[in-house]
């Protein structure tokens, strides 16, 4: 008991984690840049994918910045931040997940040089914050407004901002196919949008091509039920009741209990069963009355196809009103590879549409359903901002710029600061072109000429990764909708300022489930021990 | 008490020959989780062995729970008399040699969990003839005298880092440990005295200026560094990571510290000031925390001076006494009265409380929650209630999307079809929309046939009836407290009734306060009394989250919530504790509206009046007071810190212009200047920094009364291996 006399200062638990000052900060950043190395490589036209292979085997190919981070399985509590902006960025506007992890990645790195100078983080912290005000109204004074144009134009600046946003994807390829399909469906849901309005459904087999777009909604056929074959398979201006119970023979509920009496009633009760059943289906006509009937359709499809139809969704057979029923143009059942397919389309309220997409491997059609997320999300935000910018780093350059040229009019040390916030900035077109082969000084110095002329014409200047010159990225139609820079900015720049901040790390042990597995092994040892000693001729005193 | 003890560098601590025991023993506390493998050598200086037993044979014993699988010691001895057999664990011979200068013993490769005990003991070969032989005077003792060569992990065992450290470790030469051994071979134990006598074994006892008072001051002032660079705008974040691994980033000292888990009791005693802060008034906490540091700090030096611990008690609390006096001199003119409507009044007092948790965007922040607050306060305003306002957190976008809602955001979807809905009536039901089910288990006794084919009709019809008598009353909305029945769902929508389902009882509860609705236990037909209003209802998407927004312009709508628009988790929690503030800061500005300069203007005011007043003293106090004076400075010196500015220059500079008759010159961070804060706008509330020096002297003369500490051994639990006490028992 000598050292309980002499006691240590504990303040905390035992066991817990304390670190601070600039080591652990200048560690946290380097966490999260080794973050951001490993998304780097993905971005642009030419990035490349990563594979993913997960410890219950399940492999993921992609290069959805989001994706990625998400099945990283990041432990490192700064690094943690960055995987919620990928999600942040994910959620709110879809695309440009790869960007904000660098974006944060880099103004770190930037600010790292800083730190290990001696700089204090809030002085860093400051100059960030107004620096990405600045960046941001640029951006908005820079946005081109596609609003009150009309729906033929729109759809093709709409198509040129999906078109950018494929191009960085795995179906890059086809990305002009994919762009008119994802314009038109997200015009289909109307303005009242909500994205499970709009179904992927996956095929594999053919080829990228053969995908389609359903005006209405689409389905794998379900559950058949006997006699599905004298179905017929096409109706023109069908009436479509939704139900969402079993049409089988059921008991009725399971407290209910019959007793009998009189053996001679037993029949009337199993005639009574009967009654029900056929109760049932004189309101739904089968294939013997030319309907036909899809069974244990999801929960989601059912949800689209009342919306698309007009339909409510019903729970009883009983009073089935004509306000209920839903309808549409044409159904059909048609073939789709080996599946076949039970197609609404022509829907009177039209705020469904259903991509069909076809491809070859499992991941490979995966990687699809998330690039045509992207896609998708990236049109509806550009419909409700109605702005775009150029795409091509032109942006980030002409931001980098105008900073740059902001920083000069500073006196002290935020000039510093905002100068590599600008440069920081760069990395997007640098990253292009490193993705691409090309030699980024290069085309990064030819970029910097061009937006340095003084009569702005040099603006939407940005890589051109056909030729890997410098091309005007507006006129190439490469275009972003302004709210994805904005909010890359706005996200990237809270999460470095909010590493920044960090002094001190204080991790305690856990608890509950950790502390009773040290206890168990506690438990076991002292278990083992006393047994030994037993075993030793004669008793050991412990003390 | 041992005759020597040291601690190891590695945490490993080594006491050997307790008189009075029969046996040395060597503590080994690796500070690790795991049982590990141990390496200890030492090496024996010297080897005594009483005069009469130099002939006899001594056999060592190690009763280490573990197996000792190679005592290769001893091995430099050349006495052949002394053999260390190998691969025992039942004791060994031991020369009878006077001296023995290279002694070595090696522990290997055994397995220990911290805090093992290591027990060495020898016994004469032949002990029983030789005691009786020797005499009272004579007992068989061997004395050894050894140094502890080295001590370290065995590291194959062991992860990159931690090998490099032990190699380093194995390396510490002069590590030297001095250690005794003295072994009386004859049994006798002495009982322990003293306080020791008096308590049951395994209590902790700590006395005295050196050990108690000066310890606990040590704790607290590592208590207070934690949260003093996360004091004012500028503060730093701290991450913790609590020990359900929940990631809070933060500069919030209530949050940090009740994370932080402090173990020690004084230290705990700040921890509750700043609790107690954060509860009286919700804002002010790291003051608390961080002042009361301060003080004791100072209190340290006076005690090194030769003050003792009452008479600084008596200056500090004189002292706090007197700042008290000085605050309230300080007040604004005018101030006193204020209207709690008006936005801007509000602003200007919430200012600095939001500021100080997130610096730059008080100017979002600050409208967004003075609107919230003005729109629910009741027509007493001391009534106010600080949990109605709320905040929803939705991630994606930016602080400035952020918005205010005359109503609730509940974080769910509509049930049914229906989605928006707008001036109309609410029905609220506590008990679930669905067929009603008795609570015992009943079964449904079918009689003939007929009842069978009635049976699911009958219950359609029921639900259809209940709904219906709903829809009769004029409900436009349901809102459910518990699960909608698929049948029930259906005739809602049947009847165009918008269902929503609210399962937590005290957002149920909001929603009824909100719309004024009475919850029904039932489903039946509501009073229209008891029919709640709402202006709109309706599903939105805000960032991917699917949320139902209630609003009710209304009067008697008692709730508003603030939407809090944030890229990540953590940046989400900080603003709303930061909102939390702000809300808790419009409540005590309810209760006491004065308001006092902030950017430590005030403390500058205090620290130099209270100097002046120290002077006036007669007593030893007076150093004490001064000190109080002088942990003033503390705020500044941390808010020029943390600022990156230089903490001496802008102290002095304030001196000088208080001096000269200017009380309201503080800090402006943002140039780095010492400016007039009416013209900052940065002002305190009065009732905030009462309370919050008020606590702080009240914990820190708690702290410093304390002469003793005792601690009784922690109730059982398997964790605590180091008393083994009554195991002993076989």
């Excluded at chain 1, 379900?222 to 009741?241: D, H, R």
């Excluded at chain 1, 059921?250 to 109760?279: C, G, T």
């Excluded at chain 1, 019903?314 to 089935?320: D, I, M, P, Y």
Aim: aromatic share 6%.
């Amino acid at each position: 008991m000598s050292s309980m006399l002499q006691p240590q200062i504990i303040l905390l638990k035992e066991g817990t984690d304390t670190s601070q000052g600039k080591p652990q900060l200048v560690s946290n950043i380097n966490a999260c840049m080794a973050v951001a190395d490993v998304v780097r490589t993905t971005l642009g036209p030419r990035g490349m994918d990563k594979l993913i292979h997960d410890e219950k085997g399940n492999t993921t190919i992609s290069n959805d910045g989001a994706t990625i981070m998400k099945l990283l399985d990041i432990v490192h509590p700064a690094a943690k931040i960055l995987v919620d902006i990928a999600k942040s960025q994910d959620s709110e506007v879809g695309d440009g997940t790869t960007t904000v992890v660098l974006f944060a990645g880099e103004f770190l790195k930037e600010a790292k040089p800083f730190i290990e100078d001696g700089v204090h983080p809030q002085n860093l912290i400051r100059s960030y914050r107004t620096a990405s005000q600045l960046a941001i109204e640029k951006i908005k004074e820079l946005a081109v407004s596609i609003a009150g144009k009309s729906l033929e134009e729109k759809k093709s600046l709409l198509g040129k901002c999906a078109a950018t946003t494929l191009s960085s994807k795995l179906i890059g390829g086809e990305k002009e196919f994919f762009a008119s399909m994802v314009v038109d469906a997200v015009i289909a849901i109307g303005t009242d949008d909500r994205l499970n309005m709009i179904g992927i459904k996956k095929v594999p087999g053919g080829n990228m091509r053969d995908s389609f777009l359903v005006n209405g909604v689409a389905f794998k056929k379900t559950f058949s039920y006997a006699g599905f074959e004298q179905q017929p398979k096409k109706f023109v201006n069908p009436k479509i009741l939704l139900l969402n119970i079993e049409l089988e023979l059921k008991s009725e509920k399971e407290n209910a209990e019959i007793r009998l009496s009189d053996p001679l009633q037993y029949q009337s009760i199993v005639d009574a069963e009967w009654n029900i059943i056929y109760d049932k289906l004189d309101k739904c006509y089968f294939a013997d009355r030319d309907i036909f009937c899809a069974g244990r359709v999801t929960e989601e499809d059912l949800q689209r196809v009342a919306a698309a139809t007009g339909g409510t969704v019903q729970t009883s057979v009983n009073n089935v009103i004509d306000e209920v029923l839903g309808y549409c143009e044409v159904f059909e059942e048609r073939q789709v590879g080996n599946e076949r397919f039970n197609i609404f389309s022509g829907c009177p309220s039209g705020q469904t549409a259903t991509i069909v997409l076809r491809g070859g491997a499992d991941q490979f059609i995966e990687e699809a359903e998330r690039s045509l997320h992207d896609a998708i999300m990236i049109v509806r935000r550009a419909l409700k901002n109605s702005t775009v910018v150029a795409g091509g780093g032109a942006i980030d350059m002409e931001i980098s710029r105008y900073l740059r040229q902001h920083a000069r009019t500073i006196a002290g040390k935020s000039q510093l600061f905002i100068n590599s916030y600008a440069k920081a900035l760069e990395v997007i077109p640098r990253q292009l072109c490193d993705n691409a082969g090309f030699d980024a000084t290069d085309v990064l110095n030819k970029l910097r000429q061009k937006h340095a002329l003084p009569s702005g014409e040099g603006a939407p200047y940005g890589v051109d990764i056909n030729t890997g010159g410098i091309a005007d990225s507006f006129a190439n139609f490469v275009w972003e909708p302004a709210v994805v820079k904005i909010n890359a900015i706005n996200a990237a720049t809270e999460a470095a300022c909010l590493v920044l901040s960090v002094d001190e790390t204080v991790k305690n042990p856990k608890s509950e489930s950790a502390q009773g597995e040290a206890a168990a092994s506690a438990m076991g040892g002292r278990g083992r021990g006393g047994a030994g000693f037993r075993g030793r001729g004669r008793g050991m005193r412990r003390r | 008490m041992p005759d020597a003890k040291t601690t190891l560098k590695n945490g490993a601590s080594l006491a050997l020959g307790i008189p009075g025991t029969k046996q040395g023993e060597v503590k080994i506390n690796s500070g690790l989780e795991k049982p590990v493998n141990f390496v200890v050598n030492f090496r024996v200086k010297t080897c005594q062995i009483n005069p009469g037993l130099e002939n006899s044979r001594w056999r060592l014993h190690t009763s280490a729970p573990v197996q000792l699988l190679d005592l290769c010691g001893w091995c430099a001895l050349a006495d052949p008399r002394f053999v260390w057999p190998r691969s025992t664990n039942l004791g060994s011979v031991l020369p009878a040699s006077a001296k023995i200068q290279d002694l070595h013993v090696a522990q290997r490769s055994a397995q220990f969990s911290r805090r093992d005990l290591l027990n060495f003991r020898a016994v004469p070969e032949r002990s029983a003839p030789l005691a009786r032989r020797a005499g009272d005077d004579t007992y068989p003792t061997l004395e050894i005298q050894a140094m502890v060569d080295s001590g370290g992990l065995l590291y194959e065992e062991m992860g990159g880092v931690a090998q490099l450290f032990w190699f380093f470790l194995l390396r510490w030469r002069n590590l030297v440990t001095l250690f005794q051994t003295r072994l009386k071979m004859v049994g006798f134990s002495m009982q322990p005295y003293g306080i020791q006598g008096m308590l049951k074994e395994g209590h902790r006892h700590l006395s005295g200026l050196d050990e108690a008072v000066i310890k606990n001051i040590d704790a607290c002032k590592q208590l207070s560094t934690i949260t003093r660079t996360s004091l004012g705008p500028n503060g730093m974040n701290k991450m913790v990571i609590n020990h359900l691994d929940k990631l809070f980033i933060t500069n919030d000292a209530a949050t940090i510290v009740n994370e932080l888990e402090v173990q020690h009791p004084a230290a705990k005693i700040l921890v509750l000031a700043g609790k107690a802060q954060q509860e009286e008034i919700g804002d002010g906490a790291n003051l608390t925390i961080s002042f009361a540091g301060e003080l004791l700090q100072n209190a340290e030096e006076l005690i090194r001076m030769g003050l003792h611990p009452s008479e600084i008690i008596s200056g500090y609390t004189k002292a706090i006494n007197k700042s008290v006096e000085i605050l309230e001199d300080l007040v604004e003119k005018g101030s006193e009265n204020m209207n709690v409507r008006n936005k801007d009044e509000v602003i200007l007092r919430m200012r600095a409380a939001v500021a100080s948790k997130q610096f730059g965007q008080e100017d979002i922040l600050c409208p967004l929650i003075a609107e919230a607050c003005i729109q629910v306060c009741p027509k007493n305003p001391a009534n106010f209630n600080v949990d109605n306002v709320r905040v929803a957190k939705l991630l994606g976008g930016g602080l400035h999307d952020s918005t205010v809602v005359r109503g609730m955001v509940l974080k769910n979807d509509a049930v049914g079809t229906i989605k928006r809905m707008e001036k109309a009536k609410v029905a609220v039901f506590v008990g679930g929309v669905d067929t009603s089910a008795t609570e015992t288990k009943g079964t449904v006794l079918i009689h003939n046939a007929e009842q069978l084919e009635n049976y699911a009709k009958t219950e359609e019809a029921k639900v259809e009836e209940l709904i219906k008598a709903v829809a009769e009353s004029g409900a436009k909305v349901i809102v459910s407290g518990a699960a909608v029945g698929e049948m029930a769902l259906h005739f809602c929508e049947r009847y165009k009734l918008m269902v929503l389902k609210v399962s937590s009882k005290f957002e149920l509860r909001r929603f009824c306060r909100t719309t004024g609705a009475v919850a029904l236990l039932k489903l039946s037909q509501p009073n229209p009394d008891d029919l709640g209003y709402i202006d709109s209802i309706s599903v939105e998407e805000i960032g991917g989250i699917r949320v139902t927004v209630v609003k009710n312009e209304q009067g008697g709508n008692s709730v508003s919530t603030i939407v809090l628009r944030g890229s990540t988790d953590s940046i989400l929690d900080d603003l709303e504790r930061a909102v939390d503030d702000g809300v808790n800061t419009y409540k005590a500005m309810c209760r006491d509206s004065r308001i006092i300069p902030g950017a430590a203007a005030t403390e500058i005011e205090l620290a130099r009046r209270l100097k002046e007043f120290s002077f006036r003293e007669t007593g030893l106090d007076q150093y004490a007071i001064a000190k109080f004076g002088e942990s003033f400075e503390m705020v500044p010196k941390t808010l020029a810190e943390n600022a990156g500015l230089n903490a001496m220059e802008i102290i002095s500079s304030l001196y000088a212009e208080n001096a000269s008759g200017n009380t309201k010159v503080g800090i402006d961070l943002e140039e780095g200047v010492c400016k007039d804060v009416s013209t900052m706008k940065v002002w305190d509330l009065y009732i905030t920094k009462y309370f919050a020096l008020k606590y702080a002297a009240d914990a820190v003369c708690t702290v410093l009364r304390v002469d003793q500490i005792i601690m009784a051994k922690p109730a059982g639990g398997p964790t605590r291996r180091d008393q083994p006490a009554g195991m002993d028992e076989d």
